[in-house]
């Protein structure tokens, strides 16, 4: 009667450990598509045998624990990848419109400058023509509109940078607050001897999306605690206590703050990642840069067309008679540090009478002489410390522009391409597969029906037994 028992109780664990089979296939299919699952699978063992005269006689079969399928070199590669997919990303939105800022079309900053020299040119065909002057002074006009016009575009692209890095971090701070409580929470599971799966696979989630946003960098300890910081090494996450990130505003400058331990650290370029490290390295450097340029090259054409103006001559609307000294443009040299010159041109005077055409003490009605070694700075004078006129100056900046567009463009794909053939690579490892889930259901049912038969005939068994004894 005894060796019934056992295999009624053998049966009976075949019979539990199938259907938790069958459970276990049934939540992989139920997951098939969630984002981050990581598939399943029953680890099975066999009840440990027990002795039964001269031999061993096994007592069923048991779930001893449920594992998911990872693969951490898989997953450490895809993380690598989404924080060079991330920085790429962060500098995308920026350079398309810089792109469409500095364009090569007829309509740009480069066009308004060839007009205005255009305006001198047409001068020196009658010098003391008002229509003339006034279209001189105008194209000046226009051109100083033109400048602040890009530096206003250049402000805009950056207060965009900086308004999208200030609705990031908030994202930023709650998912680093829920990778301290699933730390917490597999910790809680896993000191019982389970597994924390679904937990397990919520965070590597979240790490995937903090990897692409700020380049983060991941350890875990002896207690399955995973460890987040910053690629400069400092703490995001430890343990169950997560830091925050903070965005300090100063005038039209945003900065990014991390407050540890009650510490506050500002952050540098150069302790950032992923998207973040994107928009502020094209924001801090390459506009910054673009910008200083602008500035540069209003300053060396108001200076230039300014030294020989200054020099030249034009009747006194007051007396009537020759002058000089006077400036074309408002002087740009000593502006203070933080006023960019490409904002503050302007023509130096509203009466057209000013414009300092002639180039003798004379000022007679023919004489051109200024206006044509104005006219010739277009193509003679170089800008700065370069061997470039003006146009060919700010096609550079143009070309600077382009080149870095083609060269986000093609490394954004090549990042993306990289991140979806390790995301197939991941997915083929473990993601669920619904033809394999079917094989395994079809397995385990067959085994619940043959434990489910096998205790109909211990059943009958017992009952004949007792029978008999009657």
Same mark, same amino acid.
């Given at each position: 009667?005894?060796?019934?028992?056992?295999?009624?109780?053998? #049966?009976?664990?075949?019979? !539990?450990?199938?259907?938790?089979?069958?459970?276990?296939?049934?939540?992989?299919?139920?997951?098939?598509?969630?984002?981050?699952?990581? &598939?399943?699978?029953?680890?099975?063992?066999?009840?440990?045998?027990?002795?039964?005269?001269?031999?061993?006689?096994?007592? #069923?079969?048991?779930?001893?624990?449920?594992?998911?399928?990872?693969?951490? /070199?898989?997953?450490?590669?895809?993380?690598?990848?989404?924080?060079?997919?991330?920085?790429?990303?962060?500098?995308?939105?920026?350079?398309?419109?810089?792109? &469409?800022? /500095?364009?090569?079309?007829?309509?740009?900053?480069?066009?308004?400058?060839? *007009?205005? @020299?255009?305006?001198?040119?047409?001068?020196?065909?009658? =010098?003391?023509?008002?229509?003339?002057?006034?279209?001189?002074?105008?194209?000046?006009?226009?051109?100083?509109?033109?400048?602040?016009?890009?530096?206003?575009?250049?402000?805009?692209?950056?207060?965009?940078?900086?308004? +999208?890095?200030?609705?990031?971090? +908030?994202?930023?701070?709650?998912?680093?607050?829920?990778?301290?409580?699933?730390?917490?929470?597999?910790?809680?599971?896993?000191?019982?001897?389970?597994?924390?799966?679904?937990?397990?696979?919520?965070?590597?989630?979240?790490?995937?999306?903090?990897?692409?946003?700020?380049?983060?960098?991941?350890?875990?300890?002896?207690?399955?605690?995973?460890?987040?910081?910053? $690629?400069?090494?400092? $703490?995001?996450?430890?343990?169950?206590?997560?830091? !925050?990130?903070?965005?300090?505003?100063? #005038?039209?400058?945003?900065?990014?703050?991390?407050?540890?331990?009650?510490?506050?650290?500002?952050?540098?370029?150069?302790?950032?990642?992923?998207? @973040?490290?994107?928009?502020?390295?094209?924001?801090?450097?390459?506009?910054?840069?673009?910008?200083?340029?602008?500035?540069?090259?209003?300053?060396?054409?108001? !200076?230039?067309?300014?030294?020989?103006?200054?020099?030249?001559?034009?009747?006194? =609307?007051?007396?009537?008679?020759?002058?000089?000294?006077?400036?074309? @443009?408002?002087?740009?040299?000593?502006? $203070? $540090?933080?006023?960019?010159?490409?904002?503050?041109?302007?023509?130096?005077?509203?009466?057209?009478?000013?414009?300092?055409?002639?180039?003798?003490?004379?000022?007679? =009605?023919?004489?051109?002489?200024?206006?044509?070694?104005?006219?010739?700075? +277009?193509?003679?004078?170089?800008?700065?410390?370069?061997?470039?006129? /003006?146009?060919?100056?700010?096609?550079?900046?143009?070309?600077?522009?382009?080149?870095?567009?083609?060269?986000?463009?093609?490394?954004?794909?090549?990042?993306?391409?990289?991140?979806?053939?390790?995301?197939?690579? &991941?997915?083929?490892?473990?993601?669920?597969?619904?033809?394999?889930?079917?094989?395994?259901?079809?397995?385990?049912?067959?085994?619940? +029906?043959?434990?489910? *038969?096998?205790?109909?005939?211990?059943?009958?068994?017992?009952?004949?037994?007792?029978?008999?004894?009657?």
């Amino acid at each position: 009667m005894a060796g019934l028992f056992d295999a009624l109780n053998a #049966g009976r664990t075949s019979l !539990s450990t199938n259907q938790k089979a069958i459970e276990i296939v049934g939540n992989n299919v139920a997951n098939v598509n969630t984002e981050g699952y990581s &598939r399943q699978d029953a680890e099975l063992r066999q009840v440990p045998a027990v002795n039964f005269g001269d031999f061993f006689i096994g007592q #069923g079969v048991t779930v001893s624990d449920v594992s998911r399928d990872y693969n951490s /070199f898989i997953t450490r590669q895809l993380q690598e990848n989404f924080i060079s997919y991330g920085e790429e990303s962060g500098k995308s939105n920026a350079l398309t419109e810089l792109e &469409r800022l /500095f364009n090569v079309s007829d309509e740009n900053l480069a066009s308004e400058i060839d *007009k205005f @020299f255009d305006a001198w040119q047409e001068l020196t065909t009658n =010098p003391s023509g008002q229509v003339e002057r006034d279209i001189v002074m105008q194209r000046g006009q226009l051109l100083g509109d033109a400048f602040a016009q890009m530096t206003d575009n250049l402000s805009t692209i950056v207060e965009n940078i900086n308004t +999208e890095l200030i609705g990031a971090v +908030e994202t930023v701070n709650e998912q680093l607050d829920e990778i301290a409580k699933l730390n917490d929470r597999i910790q809680l599971i896993e000191a019982n001897g389970q597994t924390a799966n679904a937990s397990r696979d919520q965070r590597d989630l979240v790490v995937q999306k903090l990897s692409e946003t700020l380049g983060v960098q991941t350890y875990t300890d002896n207690k399955g605690m995973l460890a987040v910081h910053l $690629p400069g090494g400092l $703490p995001l996450v430890q343990g169950n206590v997560a830091m !925050s990130i903070n965005t300090v505003t100063s #005038g039209t400058d945003v900065t990014l703050e991390l407050e540890v331990a009650g510490i506050t650290r500002e952050l540098s370029n150069s302790q950032l990642g992923g998207k @973040f490290k994107g928009m502020v390295e094209i924001r801090d450097d390459f506009i910054s840069g673009l910008q200083d340029d602008l500035d540069t090259l209003a300053i060396d054409l108001t !200076s230039a067309v300014n030294n020989l103006h200054v020099n030249g001559y034009y009747t006194d =609307p007051a007396t009537g008679t020759p002058a000089t000294g006077q400036l074309f @443009f408002n002087d740009l040299t000593a502006l $203070p $540090p933080d006023v960019h010159a490409s904002r503050s041109i302007a023509v130096a005077f509203t009466d057209s009478r000013y414009v300092a055409a002639a180039g003798q003490s004379t000022a007679s =009605p023919g004489d051109n002489e200024n206006a044509l070694l104005i006219a010739a700075l +277009e193509t003679t004078h170089t800008v700065a410390s370069t061997s470039d006129n /003006f146009d060919a100056y700010f096609s550079k900046m143009v070309s600077t522009v382009g080149i870095e567009a083609n060269r986000n463009d093609l490394a954004l794909n090549g990042a993306k391409d990289a991140t979806v053939q390790l995301q197939n690579l &991941r997915d083929g490892f473990s993601g669920v597969s619904l033809e394999e889930e079917m094989i395994d259901l079809i397995q385990f049912q067959r085994g619940f +029906e043959s434990s489910a *038969k096998f205790l109909s005939t211990v059943d009958e068994m017992m009952n004949a037994l007792l029978n008999l004894k009657v």
